[in-house]
Every structure is written in structure tokens, then in C-alpha cells.
């Protein structure tokens, strides 16, 4: 079974960068599809970037393209989301998520590993 462990949030300000990283176990890491997801308070989950096994494709929630960037190293067991121009309106907690079938899913209930979360806060 994949465990899945997200690291790199924090504060930071306004225009500012961070990259997320997610850190999966198990052997079969290769073969998972990966998103990164986010929940502010009172809202509900939502898709941001997906990447396929392969890495070869790669999905974008409107509101962060061409602000984040997903990718994965798979020699690290690794998928990142570097995350540039940061507005306060990111703030939220990002999770990573895995599915084991094939193919990029925006909806949460697709996704059947995740990771425990990371604070990400922008201050204006």
C-alpha cells in the first residue's frame, strides 16, 4: 500500500513561491495517477494539478494555470507543485492524492490514497 506524505507549506507572503512536496512509499508509486488538491476553511476540497503515471500529462485547475506547475521524479518516488505569485486566496491546506486507475479525475472521490495535508497561508 502506498502511504503518501506531503511536505514544504508554510507562510509566506504575497507574490511570493513555495513548492510542495509529496513523498509516496511503496513500490508501485509509478504506476498511480497524482493530483494535489487544496481545502480552505468552509469550503469544500478542490482539484488543482493532476499529472499521469507517466508524467507525460498534466492538468490544471483555470485558477492556478500558469501560476503552479505539477510534476514527479519517479526515481524519488516524488510529485512536487511549485507554486509561483501566491495570492492570499491560495491559502488553504494542500493534499496529495493518489488513484490507482488510469487517468486524471477532478472530483476528490476518484482518489483513493492521500496524504495527511499541508498549511499553505499567503499573507496580503
Known amino acids: 500500500q502506498v502511504q503518501l506524505v506531503e511536505s514544504g507549506g508554510g507562510l509566506v507572503q504575497a507574490g511570493g513561491s513555495l513548492r510542495l512536496s509529496c513523498a509516496a512509499s511503496g513500490r508501485t508509486f509509478s504506476t498511480y495517477t497524482m493530483a494535489w488538491f487544496r481545502q480552505a476553511p468552509g469550503k469544500e476540497r478542490e482539484f488543482v494539478a493532476g499529472?499521469?503515471?507517466?508524467?507525460?500529462?498534466?492538468y490544471y485547475a483555470d485558477s492556478v494555470k500558469g501560476q503552479f506547475t505539477i510534476s514527479r521524479d519517479g526515481a524519488k518516488n516524488t510529485v512536487y507543485l511549485q507554486m509561483n505569485s501566491l495570492k492570499p486566496e491560495d491559502t488553504a491546506v494542500y493534499y496529495c492524492?493518489?488513484?490507482?486507475?488510469?487517468?486524471?479525475?477532478?472530483?476528490?472521490?476518484?482518489?483513493?490514497?492521500w496524504g495527511q495535508g499541508t498549511q499553505v497561508t499567503v499573507s496580503p
Open positions: 492524492a493518489a488513484r490507482t486507475n488510469y487517468g486524471v479525475r477532478y472530483s476528490p472521490a476518484m482518489y483513493n490514497l
Open positions: 499529472i499521469s503515471w507517466s508524467g507525460d500529462n498534466t
